[in-house]
């Protein structure tokens, strides 16, 4: 198969810079980036049979490990039934039951009695957490009859149109305010707001409020680097939608089930999240964990909202792959292997290396913040806490790079940006823990002795 400089070159020749999705081109740190051919547990093995210990774990749904057995087991019995019917079948349900359920576990008592107000009392499935946020979208804009969109800088939430202006991640990595190709009567119907800035919501609601259909939020941010909510942020964005006839879209295809057993709103609901209790929203979207690996999304919310979808309302969705049985096998058996002792795990080990990695660039006197949501975290080069994009892109991100290298060379993959979270496997067991412990020490001096640009 040749090295991954070769693999590089030939992909430069017929896939436009050579990847298929823009982060994966190592832009953001420099250097070649890796060719992957195989994974299993917390470790991943490029073309030339380097095995790396991973933290990027598919962008999280590898939750359980690469390669589970019982993950892998329930796509090859799918696959040997037929790869896709066109059709309807009752994984799809199942699968619907399973997202329900979860959320459904993690409501509190308001009030004295448990909430009789559901976040996701219909499912839709889809491919891709790009569609689930489109489509998500394009419902609210149905059910209000209203135009304007409001969603905060530097959260990314796919890349449909009306979402690629300020978004983080990717885009960030690129340096590129959102992208060419997208009209300026489309961006106009977007409202970007700072994130964390209930001030500047309640401005944009008092003049626009009556044409404002929704306002789309990760629950967490996690595509600018992890950038937690402030206390009692999600629960007044869904106050201030409520009071204007507008949907509160929560954005979980990162932290749906990643985050904790039931999310980000989980966390929140439970009581585990400061001021967070006492709210709903009206849709949510869910990607990667759902799938298990497998291209699967999905997008739920109130009955009343889910039912202006085809074919029972006037806002039409559709996908040929929508609930492909591999897909939906690889979800159903990620989320009924997700137990209590997974996600202990996971938070043992963000606990280990979040901590192991502060401690490393603290002894060689980098400024840093350890960001956290839950078992995702990741790290900020400067010294305050960020608390929207603007704190982000002040950071001293040219710190990343050496560090990122240094890690790789030690045989640790890390996200080749600075902007991405950090993910953990219940698969990193205490063997692969120390190897990304033994890294830090280099990697820190590696960010210790870089300069940044003239």
Same mark, same amino acid.
């Given at each position: 198969?040749?090295?991954?400089?070769?693999?590089?070159?030939?992909?430069?020749?017929?896939?436009?810079?050579?990847?298929?999705?823009?982060?994966?081109?190592? !832009? $953001?740190?420099?250097?070649?980036?890796?060719?992957?051919?195989?994974?299993?547990?917390?470790?991943?093995?490029?073309?030339? !049979?380097?095995?790396?210990?991973?933290?990027?774990?598919?962008?999280?749904?590898?939750?359980? /490990?690469?390669?589970?057995?019982?993950?892998?087991?329930?796509?090859?019995?799918?696959?040997?039934?037929?790869?896709?019917?066109?059709? #309807?079948? +009752? /994984?799809?349900?199942?699968?619907?039951?399973?997202?329900?359920?979860?959320?459904?576990? #993690?409501?509190?008592?308001?009030?004295?009695?448990?909430?009789?107000?559901? +976040?996701?009392?219909?499912?839709?499935?889809? =491919?891709?957490?790009?569609?689930?946020?489109?489509?998500?979208?394009?419902?609210?804009?149905?059910?209000?009859?209203?135009?304007?969109?409001?969603?905060?800088?530097?959260?990314?939430?796919?890349? =449909?149109?009306?979402?690629?202006?300020?978004?983080? $991640?990717?885009?960030?990595?690129?340096?590129?305010?959102? #992208?060419? @190709?997208?009209?300026?009567?489309?961006?106009?119907?977007?409202?970007?707001?700072?994130?964390?800035?209930?001030?500047?919501?309640?401005?944009?609601?008092?003049?626009?409020?009556?044409?404002?259909?929704?306002?789309?939020?990760?629950?967490? =941010?996690?595509?600018?680097?992890?950038?937690?909510?402030?206390? @009692?942020?999600?629960?007044?964005? #869904?106050?201030?939608?409520?009071?204007?006839?507008?949907?509160?879209?929560?954005?979980?295809?990162?932290?749906?089930?990643?985050?904790?057993?039931?999310?980000?709103? /989980?966390?929140?609901?439970?009581?585990?999240?400061?001021?967070?209790?006492?709210?709903?929203?009206?849709?949510?979207?869910?990607?990667?964990?759902?799938?298990? @690996?497998?291209?699967?999304?999905?997008?739920?919310?109130?009955?009343?909202?889910?039912?202006?979808?085809?074919?029972?309302?006037?806002?039409?969705?559709?996908?040929?792959?929508?609930?492909?049985?591999?897909?939906?096998?690889?979800?159903?058996?990620?989320?009924?292997?997700?137990?209590?002792?997974?996600?202990?795990?996971?938070?043992?080990?963000?606990?280990?290396?979040?901590?192991?990695? $502060?401690?490393?660039?603290?002894?060689?006197?980098?400024?840093?913040?350890?960001?956290?949501?839950?078992?995702?975290?990741?790290?900020?080069?400067?010294?305050?806490?960020?608390?929207?994009?603007?704190?982000?892109?002040?950071?001293?991100?040219?710190?990343?790079? +050496?560090?990122?290298?240094?890690?790789?060379?030690?045989?640790?993959?890390? +996200?080749?940006?600075?902007?991405?979270?950090?993910?953990?496997?219940?698969?990193?067991?205490?063997?692969?823990?120390?190897?990304?412990?033994?890294?830090?020490?280099?990697?820190?001096?590696?960010?210790?002795?870089?300069?940044?640009?003239?």
């Amino acid at each position: 198969m040749g090295s991954n400089e070769q693999q590089f070159e030939q992909a430069r020749q017929l896939i436009p810079g050579g990847v298929n999705s823009p982060v994966r081109a190592f !832009g $953001s740190v420099g250097g070649t980036p890796r060719f992957f051919v195989s994974a299993n547990g917390p470790y991943i093995t490029d073309v030339e !049979g380097r095995e790396y210990v991973d933290l990027v774990a598919s962008w999280g749904p590898a939750l359980l /490990g690469h390669a589970h057995p019982d993950v892998v087991a329930a796509v090859q019995d799918a696959a040997a039934r037929g790869l896709s019917f066109g059709a #309807s079948t +009752p /994984g799809e349900t199942e699968l619907a039951e399973l997202i329900h359920s979860r959320v459904s576990d #993690s409501r509190q008592p308001f009030g004295g009695a448990q909430s009789a107000v559901h +976040p996701v009392e219909k499912v839709r499935l889809v =491919s891709t957490g790009t569609e689930a946020t489109m489509t998500a979208i394009r419902l609210a804009r149905g059910f209000t009859g209203r135009d304007l969109l409001v969603k905060f800088a530097g959260h990314y939430h796919g890349h =449909s149109d009306s979402l690629l202006a300020e978004a983080g $991640s990717g885009v960030a990595t690129l340096a590129l305010p959102g #992208s060419a @190709g997208i009209t300026a009567a489309t961006a106009a119907q977007t409202l970007v707001l700072p994130y964390n800035d209930v001030d500047a919501v309640r401005a944009a609601f008092a003049e626009h409020g009556d044409h404002i259909a929704a306002i789309i939020v990760e629950a967490a =941010s996690a595509n600018m680097g992890v950038v937690p909510p402030a206390p @009692g942020f999600n629960r007044e964005l #869904s106050r201030i939608t409520r009071e204007h006839g507008a949907l509160l879209i929560l954005d979980e295809v990162l932290t749906g089930f990643r985050s904790g057993p039931a999310g980000w709103w /989980g966390l929140e609901a439970s009581g585990q999240v400061p001021d967070g209790t006492g709210w709903v929203p009206d849709l949510m979207t869910f990607g990667k964990v759902v799938g298990g @690996g497998m291209p699967l999304a999905a997008l739920g919310g109130r009955a009343d909202v889910m039912d202006y979808l085809a074919p029972v309302g006037p806002v039409y969705q559709a996908g040929t792959l929508s609930g492909n049985p591999l897909a939906v096998a690889a979800g159903i058996a990620t989320l009924r292997a997700a137990d209590a002792a997974v996600y202990e795990r996971l938070s043992t080990v963000a606990d280990q290396v979040a901590s192991a990695t $502060s401690a490393a660039l603290a002894a060689e006197g980098v400024a840093h913040s350890v960001q956290r949501a839950g078992t995702l975290f990741s790290f900020a080069f400067s010294a305050n806490a960020p608390h929207n994009y603007a704190d982000v892109k002040a950071q001293e991100a040219f710190r990343y790079p +050496p560090f990122f290298h240094a890690m790789l060379d030690a045989g640790v993959n890390l +996200p080749p940006s600075v902007f991405e979270a950090w993910f953990v496997t219940s698969a990193h067991d205490d063997a692969a823990v120390t190897r990304i412990l033994d890294a830090l020490p280099a990697a820190a001096r590696a960010a210790a002795a870089a300069t940044g640009p003239e």
